[in-house]
């Protein structure tokens, strides 16, 4: 079976190249025990990929505090961004990782585009401390989208500034989240992480470096026995 070879690749920014996924969930972690309750890595899973203020409505879920105001919910979440930005100012050298680096290299040197798609509003100041803006053709975060993930704005969004078709491009995303709203966005769609938790994504991998086989063979149109298939779950 030969699917639509990719022209673009659009990847989620925390969590796939910078490695500020922790720094979330160290935040998070700290306001719930500012607010008196412990909040668990599992429960941070569906915090991620997820815009600031809905991430804060889920940790009071869980926490199950009610019956709060919008003004005290704006600095909820003013004082859990001071505290992840105070931790990226602090490992700014350990944020960005070389496999990525590789590996943007790698497709654009094939003539692939590429793209952020993040829910992050930080999205400018992260690529700037990293100093990797130069290496995305389009950057669309949570400054320019109205819908977060699961969503498919922001996907939609990044391949319409980049004149690429939905179906020829492949997302990268850590977020059960992401992985939706790419599917939504009729794009193929590489989960990184645990399998487990990215079910819909069509291939999973730990490491950008298990890619590249992948990578030749979808990028010739080959499908099937390489495990990426037409559909969710390799289907
Ligand atoms: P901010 P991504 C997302 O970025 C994070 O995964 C999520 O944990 C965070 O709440 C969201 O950005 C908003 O971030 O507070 O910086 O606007 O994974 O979509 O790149
Ligand atoms: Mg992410």
């Given amino acids: 079976m030969r699917a639509k070879p990719f022209e673009a690749a659009i990847f989620d920014l925390d969590g796939v190249i910078v490695d500020t996924a922790k720094f979330h969930y160290n935040a998070w972690k700290r306001l719930a025990g500012e607010l008196g309750f412990a909040f668990s890595e599992r429960e941070n899973e569906q915090l991620k990929g997820v815009s600031r203020m ?18 005290r919910k704006e600095a909820l979440a003013s004082r859990k961004m001071s505290g992840t930005r105070s931790s990226w100012q602090r490992l ?6 070389p496999v990525s680096a590789n590996f943007l290299g790698h497709l654009r040197s094939c003539g692939i585009k590429t793209g952020i798609a993040s829910a992050s509003k930080n999205a400018p100041f992260i690529l700037d401390q990293v100093n990797i803006r130069p290496l995305f053709d389009v950057v669309v975060d ?23 078709a939905p179906a020829a491009c492949f997302v990268f995303e850590d977020a059960a989240a992401g992985v939706e709203g790419a599917i939504r966005a009729g794009m193929r769609v590489v989960g990184i992480g645990d399998g487990r938790l990215l079910t819909r994504a069509h291939l999973t991998i730990t490491s950008f470096e298990q890619l590249e086989p992948v990578f030749l063979m979808s990028h010739m149109g080959i499908t099937g026995s390489t495990g990426w298939g037409d559909g969710p779950n390799g289907q």
């Fill in 54 to 71: 809905e991430s804060l409505e889920l940790l009071l879920l869980a926490g199950g505090i009610t019956e709060v105001t919008p003004e």
């Fill in 92 to 97: 700014r050298p350990l944020m960005y990782c």
């Fill in 142 to 164: 949570g400054n320019s989208i109205v819908r977060a993930k699961p969503d498919p704005e922001v996907f939609l969004q990044a391949a319409r500034l980049i004149s690429v």
